[in-house]
């Protein structure tokens, strides 16, 4: 019946052979439709926010033959490689970031092969759209020019913006982050910008105007978010000046003085007037329109009134010249206009010098308050302050100056015939600060230019300023550095900290408060900066060693900084070292340290440093101890278990000490602890197995590991041989089938059995020992008996079957190492006496197995 199916089965295989033999098929990929993640890659679909990494496609396919198929995946020369595949299972996984921006079509070259044939097709791979792109502004940057009599609803400027996305995430809309003065809408669609109806420009308030533009899509899903994408762009709008202000004269009223000594041509007085629109302003013409008395002239351009005739041909004493200043236009047209009188006095000797008056008459001190930092180019218009010089001509002709900080102020006009309005301007606004000093002052000085005399006049200017809360506190340090010791009791001071705020009164008190991570455990005093642990606050240095908050100081209207303070909460020595246990067994082969070991929670050293010494020893004087590390040994003259004995005259072999753990810390604090050692010595092995045992007597799990290494080689070993047989066997069935001459096993012969030997370690010292299961009482441990051999298999079942031993033996070994392992998990190290009987009965097995079929 074996021989009838052995010879089916060469038939089935020698046609299956014939049959390959005859024909090979290529390999081919199942084609599923693009929506399908399994065949061949087709038309397949991927977003373009699918993470790197993530499998997204299973190449498939089959071969006719069932012979196993291998899969490629590359690209084109040049192209990116964006995917790779597995080549057993087909996996394809995304190993480049996808842009549907950039590449929106991926070719790929997929293959499939059996070994001999390989199929190679091109497919196309889609990127899909997701909302990674927001809103881009084109034409950048936005910076027009319009009038400012623009009508209100005009429009005046279209922004675009683009965003590459799809879809409604390729849509964009627009919205202006509006104020409530905003003078400016948007049109949502079209992105066209238009003057608010109802608003008006004004260069003359607002030169120019600043809108931010908001473009947003349409939203859309990224990496499985729906999101909204937008992007921002300022745009500047400059309001350009239109003529709708009439011209002004400048430093009205005027007065000028006609000496006797005068000539024809003297400059009298120059006007001047500005056009009031200063963004693009006309030039100014100047005429006379009545009071000249045929006397005076003006230069139309530079508004300079000079005399026509000599002094003494004038009829009056006093002329007052309506003059009248227009804007030019374009085409030399005159516009608005301004009309100003220019008052003319006749004066004939230089016996008065220049003087200054007030509101009520001559005046040498002039007083005005008002607050600190004016803003550039302001007139001071509390001083009401004329100069005068009562001669005519020449005489009445002085400068004048302002003598005090520099570039602080200046004085209009700096060159005065006869009488001006003195008017004082601020040029440098730095310069008044209420905390450099709350009074400024200055000397006024009019000095005659072109007289011998040389007259002059000294007025004194006072300012007195007035504090405005112009100045921020400011902490005299950015951060502050604490430390406070542990254990400290509430309320303990920690640091203080310090603001300056230069500002007088309620503006320079400050206000001091704390806040952030960790700051709930501290409070401040809102005064004085002193900042305290909380009453109830219990520091400790084991829990957080390290805190730190911010520190805010605040004036009476809101100006406020920040500093950072950072606390250490030091460590105290208020543990004591303690040990496991109070009474520890130790057992100690000869030659071989035992360690103890204390734990001081302290958090730094010195504090949870420990150092070990023996208090006191029975026997005394037997064993040393590392200070640093806590291992006990042996003295050096103790080498032997004879020794021991002839010291302890007792058969437990079990010492005792006392072992005291002290940290460094101040006060120093100290713990002790009983140890029972129980002195062995270790059974003296030899050869390799021997050694490698000593080495790993504190590493047991290494001694097993390497057991279960032998075990598993010599399985792999017993297999291996057995294999080979086999194949022996077979080869030589197919080319002459012999028959086997089966051995019976004996019938009255027991079978045999390995009984693995329990061992079990009480003490760790033991598993460096070879002992039999009985144990013995006495402290020297007798080297073991040899192992017995094992012996030879006998039948159990004398009226069974005769039936053929197995070839493969691998089958029991395998069973052997599986129990040995299990036992070694529970019970511990083997020695190497066991290794070398399982060993040998191993073999054995295998020599009689392979007997049996001869």
Not at 22 to 32: E, K, L
Request: charged share 20%; net charge negative.
């Amino acid at each position: 019946m074996k021989k009838e199916k052995k010879m089916h089965a060469l038939l089935l295989l020698l046609l299956l052979h014939f049959t390959l033999g005859q024909s090979d098929y290529a390999p081919y990929f199942y084609d599923n439709g693009p929506s399908s993640t399994h065949g061949n890659m087709a038309l397949f679909s991927i977003s373009e926010d699918t993470p790197v990494g993530t499998q997204i496609y299973i190449l498939n396919g089959t071969d006719l033959e069932g012979d196993p198929v291998r899969f490629g995946l590359t690209f084109e020369k040049g192209s990116k490689e964006y995917f790779r595949v597995e080549s057993k299972s087909g996996n394809v996984t995304l190993i480049q970031e996808l842009d549907r921006e950039k590449q929106d079509e991926i070719s790929v070259l997929v293959s499939i092969t059996d070994g001999r044939n390989k199929v190679v097709e091109t497919v196309r791979v889609f990127v899909t759209d997701a909302n990674d792109e927001p809103p881009e502004f084109q034409n950048l940057p936005f910076i027009i020019a319009i009038p400012e009599d623009t009508a209100p609803g005009s429009s005046v400027y279209k922004v675009q913006a683009v965003d590459r996305d799809m879809g409604s995430g390729g849509s964009v809309s627009y919205y202006l982050q509006t104020s409530p003065f905003a003078k400016f809408a948007i049109d949502g669609h079209s992105g066209i910008i238009r003057v608010k109806p109802g608003e008006t420009l004004d260069y003359e308030n607002t030169p120019t105007h600043f809108v931010t533009v908001v473009a947003k899509d349409g939203g859309g899903k990224n990496k499985g978010k729906h999101q909204v994408l937008s992007s921002t762009a300022t745009m500047t709008i400059n309001v350009l000046d239109a003529q709708d202000m009439p011209p002004s004269f400048i430093g009205t009223p005027y007065f000028g003085y006609v000496y006797e000594v005068s000539l024809p041509g003297s400059e009298i007085f120059t006007v001047y007037a500005k056009d009031g629109d200063q963004g693009n302003p006309n030039s100014i013409h100047y005429s006379i329109m009545n009071g000249s008395g045929g006397v005076f002239d003006i230069n139309s351009t530079s508004g300079c009134i000079t005399l026509t005739t000599y002094p003494i041909l004038l009829t009056n004493e006093l002329y007052e010249i309506i003059v009248k200043a227009s804007e030019v236009g374009p085409n030399d047209q005159l516009l608005d206009s301004e009309v100003t009188t220019v008052t003319v006095r006749v004066v004939d000797l230089n016996n008065h010098p220049p003087t200054f008056y007030g509101e009520n008459g001559p005046q040498i001190k002039f007083e005005v308050t008002m607050y600190e930092h004016p803003p550039a180019g302001e007139i001071l218009r509390g001083f009401k302050i004329t100069v005068n010089d009562s001669d005519q001509g020449a005489n009445a002709k002085f400068k004048l100056r302002l003598v005090g900080p520099s570039r602080v102020l200046r004085v209009v006009p700096q060159t005065v015939l006869n009488e001006a309005q003195v008017t004082i301007i601020v040029e440098d606004t730095s310069g008044i600060d209420y905390e450099k000093g709350p009074t400024l002052s200055f000397k006024l000085l009019a000095v005659e230019i072109d007289t011998p005399e040389r007259f002059s006049a000294t007025a004194d200017i006072v300012i007195n300023l007035m504090d405005t809360n112009d100045n921020v506190p400011k902490f005299t340090s950015e951060y502050y550095i604490a430390r406070v010791p542990e254990n400290s009791p509430g309320g303990s001071s920690v640091v203080s900290v310090t603001a300056n705020d230069p500002d007088s009164g309620p503006w320079g008190e400050v206000k001091y408060t704390i806040y952030g991570s960790g700051s709930d455990l501290f409070s401040i005093q809102p005064s004085s900066g002193l900042i305290s642990t909380q009453p109830w606050t219990s520091l400790d240095a084991e829990v957080r060693s390290k805190y730190n908050f911010y520190v805010k100081a605040e004036d009476s209207e809101g100006k406020y900084s920040l500093s950072e303070v950072f606390v250490t909460v030091l460590d105290m020595n208020d543990h004591s070292p303690a040990f496991d246990e109070t009474l520890l067994e130790k057992t100690m082969i000869i030659g071989t340290p035992v360690r103890v070991e204390a734990v001081d929670e302290d958090a730094e050293s010195p504090n949870n440093v420990i150092e070990y010494s023996i208090m006191t020893a029975d026997p005394d004087n037997a064993f040393d101890i590392n200070a640093k590390t806590g291992e006990i040994k042996l003295k050096p003259y103790i080498k032997s278990m004879e020794i021991v004995q002839n010291i302890t005259k007792q058969k437990d072999c079990k010492w005792s000490l006392v072992v005291q753990a002290r940290d460094r810390g101040s006060p120093s604090f100290s713990t002790t602890a009983v140890v029972n050692i129980d002195i062995t010595e270790a059974t003296p092995l030899k050869g390799p197995m021997a050694a490698f045992l000593m080495k790993s007597r504190d590493n047991p799990m290494r001694a097993l590991g390497m057991v279960i290494v032998i075990i598993s080689l010599l399985v792999g070993l017993t297999v291996l041989i057995s294999t080979a047989m086999y194949m022996r066997n077979l080869k030589s069935n197919r080319i002459m089938p012999t028959r086997r001459i089966i051995k019976r096993r004996p019938k009255d012969q027991q079978p045999w059995s390995f009984n693995m030997p329990v061992v079990k370690f009480n003490n760790p010292a033991d598993k460096f020992l070879i002992v039999d299961q009985e144990r013995t009482t006495s402290c020297m441990r007798p080297k073991p008996p040899p192992p017995n051999a094992p012996p030879p298999p006998c039948n159990t079942r004398p009226n069974e079957r005769p039936r053929v031993v197995p070839t493969i033996s691998g089958v029991l070994a395998s069973k052997g190492s599986k129990k040995a392992k299990s036992n070694r998990r529970k019970e511990g190290n083997v020695s190497s006496a066991f290794v070398s009987e399982l060993k040998m009965r191993l073999e054995q097995k295998i020599i009689e197995n392979n007997q049996g079929y001869y």
